[in-house]
C-alpha cells in the first residue's frame, strides 16, 4: 500500500500511509473505546470534499487507500476509512455500522459510522461533522434511516420495518459491492 501511495499519488501520500499504519499498530493492545477515539481523531484531520469536485462524478465511495492518498473526500469517505480501519484492529463487524442518517440542521443526506458495544445497546456515532463520539441519542441533529455492514442492512425508518435485520446476500447496494471489488483490486 504504501508503495502504491507512493507511486500513484506523492510522497505526502506515502506518509500519511505510514502515519495510519503507526497508528494502527499502536492500537492494536488498547481497549476497543481508545480505538474508537484515535481511529475518529486520525480521519477528521481531512478535509471534507464533496464527490463532483474530488472525483468529477456525483456519489463515489472511495477506498481507503483513496482517501488516504488525497487527504479529502466526503462523509462516505470518512465513514468507510473508520469502518475498515477498525476492523483492522479487531473490532468485530456485528458491532460495527455504515449508517445513513439525514443530518438535520444541514438537511442533507449523511453516513455516520455506528459502533454498538452489545447488540442491543444505543450506538455511539463516529461522525466528520462533530468530533465528539457520543451515543446516538446525544445526537438529536441526527436522524437515522438505515444501516448495514458486510454482513447485514438493519432498516431503521418504521414506514420500512423498523428492526428488521436482511442478509447482505439478499440486499443489492451496488455502491458497496463495488467499493469491495475496487479494495480487492488494490490488494497485492
Known sequence: MLLRLKNQYSEQAERRGI????LLDGLQKEDVQTQLIEVNRFFNQFQY???????????YW???EEFLSTQQGDCEDFVIAKYFSLRKLGVPDERLYLTYVKALKQNVAH??????????SIPLILDNYNPAILKGDQRIDLLPVYSFNAQSLFL????????KSLPTDKIKNSKWQKL?????????
Do not use: C
Not at 470534499?49 to 456519489?59: A, F, L
Not at 469491495?180 to 497485492?188: F, G, N, S
Open 111 to 120: 453516513m455516520v459510522l455506528s459502533y454498538f458495544e452489545t447488540p442491543g
Open 62 to 64: 472511495a477506498t481507503p
Open 180 to 188: 469491495l471489488a475496487d479494495i480487492r483490486k488494490e490488494q497485492p
Open 49 to 59: 470534499r464533496e464527490d463532483q469536485s474530488q472525483w468529477g462524478v456525483k456519489d
Open 156 to 163: 431503521t425508518n418504521a414506514s420500512a420495518g423498523l428492526g
Open 19 to 22: 502515519a495510519l499504519n503507526q
